[in-house]
């Protein structure tokens, strides 16, 4: 089994930033492949970002340029920073984790494991 929890979420103007965490454990982290997923009210549950275990990144289209998913096998924590932030970016948002030997993937059905979600709001 996989814990991951989720934090740096919050309250941020239009404009700004922030830096959402998730730590893993219960498993060697660097086997696994992460992703970022969110879900606004009334929508469905959308990608957002994943990364490999070789550290190949991808980003949803509406984010690409803006947040960025890196990784810290170090610290068993996967990052998500997210810039220029919009009010459509306001969502509860998920780390996910895979246990994927090779790539990522888009699709949320496919990840194992889910933290509980961290709010973000972005005010206009």
């Known amino acids: 089994q996989v814990q991951l929890v989720e934090s740096g979420g919050g309250l941020v103007q239009a404009g700004g930033s922030l830096r959402l965490s998730c730590t893993a454990s219960g498993r060697t982290f660097s086997t696994l492949s992460m992703g970022w997923f969110r879900q606004a009210p009334g929508k469905e549950r959308e990608f957002v970002a994943a990364?490999?275990?070789?550290?190949?990144?991808t980003h949803a289209d509406s984010v690409k340029g803006r947040f960025a998913i890196s990784r810290d096998n170090a610290k068993n924590t996967v990052y998500l920073q997210m810039n220029s932030l919009k009010p459509e970016d306001t969502a509860v948002y998920y780390c996910a984790a895979q246990n994927r030997v090779q790539g990522t993937t888009r699709r949320d059905y496919e990840y194992d494991y889910w933290g509980q979600g961290i709010q973000v709001t972005v005010s206009s």
């Open positions: 990364i490999s275990r070789y550290y190949g990144a």
